[in-house]
C-alpha cells in the first residue's frame, strides 16, 4: 500500500537524532544509523505498507495505529485510509501519550 507523510514527521526524525546528538557527542550519528540508515524505521514502513492493519490502535483508538522501534524508543503513528497509509508522526514514547495523534 502507497505511504504518504504528514509535513512534520522529517523534522521530528531530525529533531531527534540532534537531541540524543546534545546527550553525547556521536549518540546522534548513532540514532541516525541504527534507527534509519539500519533500516528500522524503513523496516517499520515497510511493514505497515505490507500489514497496514496488522498492528494495534494507539491508546483506545479507532482509527491511529502503531508499530514500534526496537532499539531507540520511537513509534510511528499512522492512519490507514482509502487507497493509502498516512503516517502521522514519528514520536518518543516519553513524549505525552497524545503527541502526534490529532494530525490529518
Given amino acids: ?7 512534520r514527521v522529517q523534522g521530528e526524525v531530525n529533531e531527534a537524532a540532534r537531541w540524543y546528538e546534545e546527550q553525547r ?4 550519528d548513532d540514532f541516525f544509523l ?20 496488522g498492528f494495534g490502535f494507539w491508546l483506545g483508538s479507532t482509527t491511529i495505529r502503531c508499530i514500534k522501534t526496537k532499539r531507540f524508543p520511537f513509534s510511528v503513528l499512522y492512519e490507514v485510509r482509502p487507497g493509502k497509509v498516512r503516517v502521522l508522526c514519528v514520536r518518543h514514547d516519553k513524549r505525552h501519550p497524545r503527541f ?5
Fill in 34 to 53: 541504527k534507527l534509519i540508515a539500519a533500516l528500522e524505521l524503513i523496516a517499520a514502513l515497510e511493514l505497515i505498507a505490507a500489514r497496514p492493519e
Fill in 25 to 28: 557527542e556521536g549518540l546522534g
Fill in 100 to 104: 502526534g495523534s490529532g494530525r490529518e
Fill in 1 to 7: 500500500m502507497k505511504l504518504s507523510f504528514h509535513r
